[in-house]
T-cell receptor
C-alpha cells in the first residue's frame, strides 16, 4: 500500500564506494524527484524526472546520476562516495497534466546514507 | 532565486495552546504552497496544500493561510496536543513541481 517506497532505508558504506538507492511509486504519477536533507534538516531538490525525462537538475556533483527506467521508478546512483554525501535522501512523486502540476507531492520515508 | 524562511526555528508550548507557525518566501510567483510534518527519523507527511489562488485551507485542527502578494503563509494549530510534536516544513512549488523548502520549525508540545 506504500505510495512512494525507497530502498534501502539505511545505508552505511565506506568512502569511495558506489551505491544505489531505489525508488518506486504506485500512484500513477508522472513526475518523480530526489531531495537531499542535510544534518541541519534542510531539504533541497536534486533532480526531477517527468515521464522518464530529466526536467530539473540542480547543482549536484556529477557523481550523482539518476536513472528512470520507467515513470514509476527513479533510482539514484552515487559514485565515489564522499563523507559529505552523508544525509537523508528523499524520493517524491507528483502528477502533472499538460505541463501543469495538478496533485501535491508525496514523499518516501527517506534513505539515511552514512559514509564512513 | 526562491528563498523560504520559517520562524520560529523552535517552539515549545504547553498542551492545549493555540499556536502559529510562519513561513515567508521571496518570489511570489508560486504555483502552490504545501505544509509538511516530519517526525524524527521519518519521512514527510503532507498536511495541507494551498493553491496560489486560494487564501486558506483547513484540515481538522490545522488551518493554513496564504498571502501570495506579501510572500507569507501561516500554519495555525488549534488546541495543541503532545502528538503534534514534530518538525513542520513549508514548501513553495513552481508549476514544474520544483519545491523549495524552508528550514522548518521544531514544535514541542508538553503534556
Amino acid at each position: 500500500d506504500t505510495a512512494v517506497s525507497q530502498t534501502p532505508k539505511y545505508l552505511v558504506t565506506q568512502m569511495g564506494n558506489d551505491k544505489s538507492i531505489k525508488c518506486e511509486q504506485n500512484l500513477g504519477h508522472d513526475t518523480m524527484y530526489w531531495y537531499k536533507q542535510d544534518s541541519k534538516k534542510f531539504l533541497k531538490i536534486m533532480f526531477s524526472y517527468n515521464n522518464k525525462e530529466l526536467i530539473i537538475n540542480e547543482t549536484v556533483p556529477n557523481r550523482f546520476s539518476p536513472k528512470s527506467p520507467d515513470k514509476a521508478h527513479l533510482n539514484l546512483h552515487i559514485n565515489s562516495l564522499e563523507l559529505g554525501d552523508s544525509a537523508v535522501y528523499f524520493c517524491a512523486s507528483s502528477l502533472h497534466r499538460r505541463g501543469r502540476l495538478i496533485a501535491e507531492a508525496f514523499f518516501g520515508q527517506g534513505t539515511r546514507l552514512t559514509v564512513v | 532565486k526562491q528563498e523560504v524562511t520559517q520562524i520560529p526555528a523552535a517552539l515549545s508550548v504547553p498542551e492545549g495552546e493555540n499556536l502559529v507557525l510562519n513561513c515567508s518566501f521571496t518570489d511570489s510567483a508560486i504555483y502552490n504552497l504545501q505544509w509538511f510534518r516530519q517526525d524524527p527519523g521519518k519521512g514527510l507527511t503532507s498536511l495541507l496544500l494551498i493553491q496560489s489562488s486560494q487564501r486558506e485551507q483547513t484540515s481538522g485542527r490545522l488551518n493554513a493561510s496564504l498571502d501570495k502578494s506579501s510572500g507569507r503563509s501561516t500554519l495555525y494549530i488549534a488546541a495543541s496536543q503532545p502528538g503534534d510534536s514534530a518538525t513542520y516544513l513549508c514548501a513553495v512549488n513552481t508549476n514544474a513541481g520544483k519545491s523549495t523548502f524552508g528550514d522548518g520549525t521544531t514544535l514541542t508540545v508538553k503534556p
